[in-house]
């Protein structure tokens, strides 16, 4: 028997390591890494993206922005508030993120100027300028970072907001309880979740997250199934989680408080270690594309305001004119 052994229990080893292998390939989340370092490229090349090849009825185009301002910028942290919506989040939960330096709201497809000024950021060019069309190629400079994630309904998508940090301290409120908490190579991480509706319409699910320390193997559970990876220990802001519902073309956004420091909303979008001094970042989350509407034009642009596009209407006003001259041609009363 000894003689058999060894093959057998090397031939175990090797089923056992395929499985591991298996399984961790196939429930790696979509994790992006943004950071000023990050390349600012899509994920898939944008012409393939545009095709709507990867879009079915469970599958959304999320662009995401981070922008880099400068801290306490007047622009971010007062004027663009007064056309961001902030009610679209329950009491209770504006209550908790404010409780936690956060500060989040929605703005609709009827863009305003402070907000594409600042999307718009630039030495170039004049921040007086009012846009309503902005192209892909025009946001790679260092100032805004934007990706493309393509996301399944519940597939579990990452979007690292800061660098990893050495040791941090970070100070929250859980309904009502104080508390604080030291990480060591700490980074910043907002978890999303889509899930499409028949209206076209899609539901984001936010759940801000501290990833911290070495990656190492555990069991994730996920979508009522198990499955081995390798991540690094966390720690989510459950009261912090939040659910919003989006036509394709809108914005949510969120920031920190700068007058609260030291707190969760400072950690992910306060950077201290920028080369141009202390910044504040703006996330910014948008569906571009589903099944039922596509955001995008011909030539590649993004239309920040849909009704400047000219693109439905004139598919509109096509189909009316054909419409008309059906009616007129079968209609006996117009003496034609």
Known sequence: MSQF?????FLCAVICLTLGALAFSGCQSNMLLLTKSTPNTPVQDDDFLLSGRLANSETVLLEVFIVRCPFNDP?????????????????????ELTANGFRAGLIGNQLPSSFLRILKTRDDVDPSQIV???????????TVVRKTIASRNGQKNEVNVSNVKKQSTILFNENGALGGETFNDGQAVMVIRTQTRGDGSVTLDLLPEVQYGQPRQTFQYDAGSVTMATARPKRAFDSLHSEITVQPGQFVVMTSRPEMSGNVGSFFFTD???ESGTEQKLLCFRVSYTQHN???????????????????????????????????????????
């Not at 052994?5 to 229990?9: D, L, M, W």
């Not at 971010?76 to 056309?83: A, C, G, R």
């Not at 596009?309 to 096509?318: D, M, R, T, V």
Request: proline share 5%; hydrophobic share 30%.
């Open 132 to 142: 309503t069309t902005i192209r892909l190629d025009e946001l790679a400079n260092q």
């Open 75 to 95: 622009e971010l942290n007062s004027t663009l508030w007064k056309d961001v919506d902030e009610q679209v989040f329950s009491a209770a939960l504006r209550r």
């Open 272 to 274: 201290e270690e920028a």
């Open 5 to 9: 052994a060894s093959p057998i229990r």
């Open 294 to 336: 596509d955001m995008y034009t011909e030539d590649g642009t993004l239309p920040m305001d849909p009704s400047d596009s000219g693109l439905a209407a004139g598919k509109c006003s096509e189909e009316d004119a054909k419409e008309e001259k059906e009616e007129t041609e079968s209609d006996p009363s117009t003496g034609e």
